[in-house]
């Protein structure tokens, strides 16, 4: 293998090729910071943050697929990954989340010291989530955590305060917003899941997975709603959600018939959302009355 393909399969590795899961961490961490500076944030927060998205997102992927190396080459999508035809060594993909979770943190003491301390309970999501799928029926609720995590460290970073009530609503929010779109993602894998023992919301919810999101996604959409009021948003960020309305209802439509194809389409969906909140936040800020 030359340096050039050695370097591509690392680049899988952490998805690089795939960066809608960057978006999809980016977005909230983003609608943390605008909240909590009520305006626009500090210039070095918003590089340390976009900077810490990519590298915890890249190596909860390494972890990730060391985890699930016995499992990947048995399940359709992930049978051509790294560690499954072994262009990566399980102790390489360990060694990238290492070092990658080691730069992000250093990142993070360019903050302040209660941003540090949260960051630990960050290193511990991303580094756990990965097997609990072997355990519980929910690591999708897990990895909401694990996502989440960034909307009080945002608001420690900006006010050196631990996150006020706004914070752990928004917290929750974004929580239950990345159970629904996981689950999109894990009905992609259920029949394969099914026959190699791995656990997710999609098995657990099934027949019902379509109302159980449906009824998230309308908890995500008053939670958001509710952080806007407490906010003080005005028009365009009511104009941006009923976009996220439409958006969520466009979703369900994808998953109507759970075809993997459709619900990969509504889990990719997501990244739009996150986009349409953030701009209606700014537009409220910048542009708002």
């Known amino acids: 293998m030359t340096e050039r393909?050695?370097?591509w399969e690392l680049a899988r590795l952490i998805r690089l090729d795939r960066p809608v899961g960057i978006y999809l961490l980016l977005w909230p961490a983003f609608w943390a910071l605008w909240v909590a500076a009520e305006g626009w944030p500090p210039g070095y927060l918003i590089f340390i943050f976009a900077a810490g998205v990519i590298l915890m997102r890249s190596a909860g992927c390494a972890i990730n697929d060391y985890a699930d190396r016995d499992f990947d080459g048995h399940v359709a999508r992930t049978r051509d990954r790294p560690l499954?035809?072994?262009?990566?060594?399980?102790?390489?993909a360990l060694g990238t989340f290492v070092a990658l979770s080691v730069v992000a943190f250093v990142l993070v003491l360019f903050t302040n010291v209660l941003?540090?301390?949260?960051?630990?309970?960050a290193v511990a999501l991303a580094g756990t989530y990965p097997f609990s799928k072997r355990f519980h029926h929910f690591p999708q609720v897990h990895l909401g955590a694990a996502f989440a995590w960034a909307v009080p460290m945002a608001f420690t970073a900006v006010t050196g305060e631990h996150p006020p009530p706004?914070?752990?609503?928004?917290?929750?929010?974004?929580?239950?917003?990345?159970?629904?779109?996981?689950?999109f993602y894990g009905m992609v894998?259920?029949?394969?899941?099914?026959?190699?023992?791995?656990?997710?919301?999609?098995?657990?919810?099934?027949?019902?997975?379509?109302?159980?999101?449906?009824?998230?996604?309308?908890?995500?959409?008053?939670g958001l709603y509710l952080v806007g009021e407490h906010a003080g948003f005005g028009g365009y960020y009511t104009a941006g959600l009923v976009i996220v309305a439409i958006l969520m209802f466009y979703q369900q439509f994808l998953i109507f018939e759970r075809e993997p194809s459709d619900c990969l389409r509504a889990f990719k969906n997501n990244h739009y959302l996150g986009v349409v909140v953030l701009l209606a936040m700014i537009a409220d800020h910048h542009l708002g009355a």
């Open 189 to 222: 894998d259920r029949e394969d899941d099914l026959k190699i023992g791995v656990k997710s919301t999609a098995i657990a919810f099934g027949e019902l997975d379509r109302l159980i999101t449906g009824g998230l996604q309308v908890l995500v959409w008053l």
């Open 84 to 92: 499954a035809i072994g262009t990566i060594t399980p102790r390489e």
């Open 5 to 7: 393909e050695r370097l």
């Open 166 to 183: 706004v914070a752990w609503l928004l917290f929750v929010t974004v929580l239950a917003w990345t159970v629904v779109y996981d689950t």
């Open 115 to 121: 941003t540090i301390l949260y960051s630990l309970v």
